[in-house]
């Protein structure tokens, strides 16, 4: 590895590392002071995606790895909350990526541009259990908020519900909506 390829690999990384300080914007218009990063989003994502395909048939280490990946193009964007839509163009995804991994060797640059590609074509099972795990996972961090005393917390548990492509995804969601975060200590 040339020391070029080793830099370009250090600054990717130390690039991913603000994953842990970016916050989920769309929380603070909510009312939550402190919300989760994207990391802290990523990695439940990725948990919740193994589950989802191991129990859809689909490979479950897939499904997890491109739930990592989803969210890694807001290193350079930030999370951009819903609201927003309306006055921003979305920035395509794949074109962040690909500028992000520019300088690393053809492997490591492929499988990160394949992974988002897939998780966002949306075509393959794991990236549809990937998808559904995305919402999934933001509907239980709504729960928690609301268990915490944030109220305007209804609109981000209905769009975890709807457009999700698994039935297991929205079994999970319905109970998810209505099960006490607390509830879960005593099973």
């Not at 929380?27 to 990695?43: K, M, T």
């Not at 819903?82 to 690909?98: C, D």
């Not at 075509?123 to 268990?147: G, H, I, N, P």
């Amino acid at each position: 590895m040339s020391d070029e390829t080793a830099t370009a690999f250090a600054a990717f990384g130390y690039e991913l590392g603000l994953l842990k300080r970016i916050r989920r914007a769309g929380w603070w218009q909510a009312g939550v002071r402190d919300p989760e990063s994207v990391g802290e989003h990523s990695l439940r994502a990725a948990q919740i995606a193994a589950l989802l395909a191991a129990e859809e048939g689909a490979n479950p280490e897939r499904a997890a790895f491109l739930a990592i990946w989803h969210d890694t193009q807001e290193t350079r964007t930030g999370d951009i909350p819903h609201t927003a839509g309306k006055y921003l163009t979305k920035p395509e995804p794949r074109e962040i990526t690909a500028d992000q991994t520019e300088g690393l060797p053809d492997g490591a640059r492929d499988m990160v541009r394949s992974a988002v590609d897939e998780y966002e074509t949306r075509e393959t099972l794991e990236a549809k259990c990937a998808k559904d795990a995305d919402k999934v996972e933001m509907l239980l961090q709504a729960v928690e908020y609301r268990e915490t005393g944030v109220e305007r917390v209804a609109g981000w548990i209905e769009s975890g519900r709807k457009g999700l492509a698994t039935e297991t995804a929205r079994r999970i969601a319905e109970a998810a909506a209505t099960l006490s975060p607390l509830a879960w200590r005593g099973r």
